[in-house]
């Protein structure tokens, strides 16, 4: 199956008064239309900046910009302003992390989702009427409870979970191809993650798109994620599919954000195990491989070498950036995994 959306070698850094910051730096993915990419990381790795670039957000004198982004075969980093405001919100649209910074304070929220409509409607001229009719119907399809009433609500007046629904059904109000959802359960409770992440799956599955997920929290990635991405320090160190992944991680990095979650067969007390140090400067990086200052089995040459992602032998679709060889990498883990569980 084709890519619906496709990245490759994308670099992205932005001039600043301390120097140039590459915040993505070489990043290639793709993936397919009723399939979801989790792309996971801390904060500042790059996992946004690599998504706002791909819809075109991120363009201006002081940002630095390569590589190639296609949507449906057609590239889009040297697409004009004019055909990228025909294609954001009608065939790629984005979930923004903060439902209360990405609605409008003062329209209400079916005025919101109307003006979606139709911005894209073209010669389909569809009416102001119409356009509600068809809000009433979107935010019922991402399940708002009395919709015919909360069509006319203004963003403050709706709880976190449902102004995230809002946002949803405007994003998939003219039915994307490609859907990236940033973070979209942040600063929710528990059981409201839980009905965002199954609302999207079920649209993705409804609608045929495909879906690219943002977020640190690797829960959310196992739960609906077909295919993970490891961002550090702007590239990507790990890539497989979600169970591959899951189950036998090949990056130092990835079992440090696999520690660090609370897991239900650890012994009660447990104490999680955070990653020692912090993400580098993205201006002056480390050399060799990047996260050798904070990890625990660094050799000597991992300080100059820098390692590519490389297919691990005998799994071609799981690629890790790190120099351990194979062997210890397999050892490694099946040690951490042992402890953790005792």
Same mark, same amino acid.
């Given at each position: 199956?084709?890519?619906?959306?496709?990245?490759?070698?994308?670099?992205?850094?932005?001039?600043?008064?301390?120097?140039?910051? *590459?915040?993505?730096? $070489?990043?290639?993915?793709?993936?397919?239309?009723?399939? /979801?990419?989790?792309?996971? #990381?801390?904060? $500042?790795? #790059?996992?946004?900046?690599?998504? /706002?670039?791909?819809?075109?957000?991120? @363009? #201006?004198?002081?940002?630095?910009?390569?590589?190639?982004?296609?949507?449906?075969?057609?590239?889009?980093?040297?697409?004009?302003?004019?055909?990228?405001?025909?294609?954001?919100?009608?065939? =790629?649209?984005?979930?923004?992390?903060?439902?209360?910074?990405?609605?409008?304070?003062?329209?209400?929220? $079916?005025? *919101?989702?109307?003006? /979606?409509?139709?911005?894209?409607?073209?010669?389909?001229?569809?009416?102001?009427?119409?356009?509600?009719?068809?809000?009433?119907?979107?935010? !019922? *399809?991402?399940?708002? +409870?009395?919709?015919?009433?909360?069509?006319?609500?203004? +963003?403050?007046?709706?709880?976190? #979970?449902?102004?995230?629904?809002?946002?949803?059904?405007?994003?998939?109000?003219?039915? +994307?191809?490609?859907?990236?959802?940033?973070?979209? /359960?942040?600063?929710? !409770?528990?059981?409201?993650?839980? *009905? =965002?992440?199954?609302?999207?799956?079920?649209?993705?599955?409804?609608?045929?798109?495909?879906?690219?997920?943002?977020?640190?929290?690797?829960?959310?990635?196992?739960?609906?994620?077909?295919?993970?991405?490891?961002?550090?320090?702007?590239?990507?160190?790990?890539?497989?599919?979600?169970?591959?992944?899951?189950?036998?991680?090949?990056?130092?990095?990835?079992?440090?954000?696999?520690?660090?979650?609370?897991?239900?067969?650890?012994?009660?007390?447990?104490?999680?195990?955070?990653?020692?140090?912090?993400? +580098?400067?993205?201006?002056?990086?480390?050399?060799?491989?990047?996260?050798?200052?904070?990890?625990?089995?660094? @050799?000597?040459?991992?300080?100059?070498?820098?390692?590519?992602?490389?297919?691990?032998?005998?799994?071609?679709?799981?690629?890790?950036?790190?120099?351990?060889?194979?062997?210890?990498?397999?050892?490694?883990?099946?040690?951490?995994?042992?402890?953790?569980?005792?």
């Amino acid at each position: 199956m084709s890519a619906a959306l496709r990245v490759e070698d994308l670099r992205v850094a932005f001039d600043t008064r301390a120097g140039l910051v *590459q915040a993505v730096d $070489g990043v290639s993915f793709a993936v397919a239309p009723g399939r /979801t990419l989790g792309i996971v #990381g801390e904060s $500042g790795s #790059g996992k946004t900046v690599a998504a /706002t670039t791909a819809m075109g957000l991120l @363009r #201006g004198p002081r940002v630095r910009v390569s590589g190639r982004v296609e949507l449906d075969g057609e590239e889009l980093l040297g697409a004009s302003p004019d055909r990228l405001r025909a294609l954001r919100g009608d065939a =790629i649209a984005m979930v923004f992390q903060d439902p209360l910074s990405a609605l409008h304070p003062l329209l209400r929220v $079916g005025d *919101q989702i109307a003006e /979606t409509l139709r911005a894209h409607a073209g010669a389909r001229g569809l009416s102001r009427a119409a356009a509600r009719a068809r809000a009433v119907e979107l935010l !019922d *399809q991402v399940a708002i +409870p009395d919709a015919r009433r909360r069509v006319d609500a203004y +963003p403050h007046e709706l709880s976190g #979970g449902m102004r995230q629904r809002a946002l949803i059904a405007m994003a998939i109000a003219n039915e +994307p191809r490609v859907l990236i959802a940033d973070e979209p /359960t942040t600063a929710l !409770d528990v059981t409201v993650q839980r *009905q =965002i992440l199954a609302l999207l799956r079920r649209l993705r599955d409804e609608l045929g798109m495909a879906m690219v997920l943002i977020t640190h929290d690797l829960g959310v990635v196992a739960e609906t994620a077909d295919e993970v991405a490891v961002m550090y320090a702007g590239r990507i160190v790990e890539q497989a599919l979600a169970a591959e992944l899951f189950a036998a991680p090949r990056h130092p990095y990835t079992w440090g954000l696999l520690r660090s979650m609370p897991r239900l067969d650890a012994p009660v007390g447990s104490a999680l195990v955070p990653i020692p140090g912090r993400p +580098p400067s993205l201006i002056h990086p480390p050399s060799g491989c990047r996260f050798h200052p904070r990890c625990a089995y660094v @050799r000597e040459r991992h300080r100059s070498v820098d390692p590519s992602l490389e297919p691990v032998i005998g799994a071609p679709e799981h690629r890790v950036a790190c120099l351990l060889p194979e062997t210890e990498r397999r050892a490694l883990w099946a040690a951490l995994s042992a402890e953790s569980v005792r």
